[in-house]
């Protein structure tokens, strides 16, 4: 009998919660709310930012980043944290732009495909490296950061032998770029782009995987205690293998929506996503120690993060330094706002 005891209490621990909080309600309102208010900011600062052509150019940048928290909300619900991600992103950009570069006038099937030949391979890529990840911190121990971080280092020297050994890049005038670019930053509704119609989707999708699925439920499990998941015979191995290769995956079709965004590779254009995934997870009210949060409020930090950044701080005219300063105060005030419920939320449950 008593063998059963720590399954009933797993189960209990990944049940949803019906009942929220304060501190549950304000983590589910606050995010929205200050999206609602830096947008409002920055439409009276730029009332141009209420018309479709600036507010698609912030919907694909929104959709790219949402596309990169989507792997690193999985992670750090499980507790874990993806370094790795802003390289990888880098990576398949420049991948991609010298796949498309090399095969698209070419006769034949290859040359007619060559974007399909570009996005497999640079999920594959993702794959790969996100497995990678999940078998170092799985199998040998590592800390998630430490996995991670030395990753990224890897992948940094892998990208720039590639770009030695592999020059070609994209042709922005070839019909497979222009199509990427198309999907990624033309507007088909509105200010509505296919690449955000496509990412709506997938949201959809993984909200309700994590909510709504028993692969879900055991995501949830682990990030709260592994030892408790271990004991109701849900598989953290096999949870965070999968994933830490999601995440990878993710990482490396934005690569491929960079390449679509700005028709060229550089060894830069991910550097920034790196904390800015994990800025948009934390300020969408996900638990940096997971087991608490997921992916509908941090959409909202997404935004956050892209209204805050590539509009108003911009539209202000302030220099980068102070720019970074402001960036970084807004986090930490939504942090503290957040500490405090998630104490009163501990404190009711």
Same mark, same amino acid.
Not at 53 to 60: A, R
Not at 91 to 102: D, E, L, M, P, W
Not at 210 to 236: D, E, N, P
């Given at each position: 009998?008593?063998?059963?005891?720590?399954?009933?209490?797993?189960?209990?621990?990944?049940?949803?919660?019906?009942?929220?909080?304060?501190?549950?309600?304000?983590?589910?309102?606050?995010?929205?709310?200050?999206?609602?208010?830096?947008?409002?900011?920055?439409?009276?600062?730029?009332?141009?930012?209420?018309?479709?052509?600036?507010?698609?150019?912030?919907?694909?940048?929104?959709? *790219?980043?949402?596309?990169?928290?989507?792997?690193?909300?999985?992670? *750090?619900?499980?507790?874990?944290?993806?370094?790795?991600?802003?390289?990888?992103?880098?990576?398949?950009?420049?991948?991609?732009?010298?796949?498309?570069? !090399?095969?698209?006038?070419?006769?034949?099937?290859?040359?007619?495909?060559?974007?399909?030949?570009?996005?497999?391979?640079?999920?594959?890529?993702?794959?790969?490296?996100?497995?990678?990840?999940?078998?170092?911190?799985?199998?040998?121990?590592?800390?998630?950061?430490?996995?991670?971080?030395?990753?990224?280092?890897?992948?940094?020297?892998?990208?720039?032998?590639?770009?030695?050994?592999?020059?070609?890049?994209?042709?922005?005038?070839?019909?497979?770029?222009?199509?990427?670019?198309?999907?990624?930053?033309?507007?088909?509704?509105?200010?509505?782009?296919?690449?955000?119609?496509?990412?709506?989707?997938?949201?959809?999708?993984?909200?309700?995987?994590?909510?709504?699925?028993?692969?879900?439920?055991?995501?949830?499990?682990?990030?709260?205690?592994?030892?408790?998941?271990?004991?109701?015979?849900?598989?953290?191995?096999?949870?965070?293998?999968?994933?830490?290769?999601?995440?990878?995956?993710?990482?490396?079709?934005?690569?491929?929506?960079?390449?679509?965004?700005?028709?060229?590779?550089?060894?830069?254009?991910?550097?920034?996503?790196?904390?800015?995934?994990?800025?948009?997870?934390?300020?969408?009210?996900?638990?940096?120690?997971?087991?608490?949060?997921?992916?509908?409020?941090? *959409?909202?930090?997404?935004? *956050?993060?892209?209204?805050?950044?590539?509009?108003?701080?911009?539209?202000?005219?302030? !220099?980068?330094?102070?720019?970074?300063?402001?960036?970084?105060?807004?986090?930490?005030?939504?942090?503290?706002?957040?500490?405090?419920?998630?104490?009163?939320?501990?404190?009711?449950?």
């Amino acid at each position: 009998m008593s063998a059963e005891a720590p399954v009933v209490a797993v189960d209990e621990m990944v049940k949803p919660r019906r009942r929220l909080s304060t501190g549950g309600i304000l983590t589910a309102v606050l995010p929205w709310a200050v999206l609602v208010l830096l947008y409002g900011a920055l439409v009276l600062k730029a009332p141009n930012f209420i018309h479709a052509g600036p507010m698609s150019v912030l919907l694909y940048s929104v959709t *790219i980043l949402g596309v990169v928290a989507m792997g690193q909300v999985c992670v *750090i619900l499980i507790g874990g944290i993806d370094l790795s991600v802003s390289n990888v992103m880098t990576f398949t950009n420049i991948v991609s732009a010298s796949i498309i570069g !090399t095969l698209a006038n070419k006769a034949g099937f290859l040359g007619q495909h060559s974007l399909f030949f570009a996005v497999l391979g640079c999920a594959a890529i993702g794959a790969v490296i996100g497995m990678l990840n999940g078998l170092i911190i799985t199998k040998l121990g590592m800390p998630d950061m430490i996995a991670t971080l030395a990753m990224w280092t890897i992948v940094y020297g892998v990208m720039n032998l590639y770009r030695v050994h592999i020059p070609k890049t994209i042709d922005p005038s070839s019909r497979p770029s222009i199509a990427l670019t198309s999907f990624v930053t033309s507007r088909v509704i509105g200010f509505i782009t296919p690449a955000a119609i496509a990412w709506v989707v997938a949201a959809i999708v993984l909200v309700v995987v994590l909510r709504k699925t028993t692969f879900g439920r055991q995501v949830y499990s682990v990030g709260l205690s592994r030892g408790a998941s271990h004991a109701a015979g849900i598989s953290a191995v096999r949870t965070t293998i999968v994933l830490y290769v999601i995440s990878g995956v993710c990482a490396a079709l934005a690569g491929v929506m960079l390449t679509g965004s700005l028709s060229h590779a550089n060894l830069d254009t991910g550097n920034n996503y790196q904390l800015w995934s994990i800025a948009a997870v934390v300020l969408g009210g996900t638990s940096i120690f997971g087991g608490r949060g997921g992916y509908g409020t941090t *959409i909202a930090g997404v935004a *956050i993060i892209i209204v805050l950044v590539n509009g108003l701080l911009n539209v202000l005219g302030i !220099t980068t330094a102070t720019q970074d300063i402001l960036y970084g105060l807004v986090i930490l005030v939504m942090l503290v706002i957040f500490r405090f419920g998630s104490r009163n939320q501990e404190d009711s449950s």
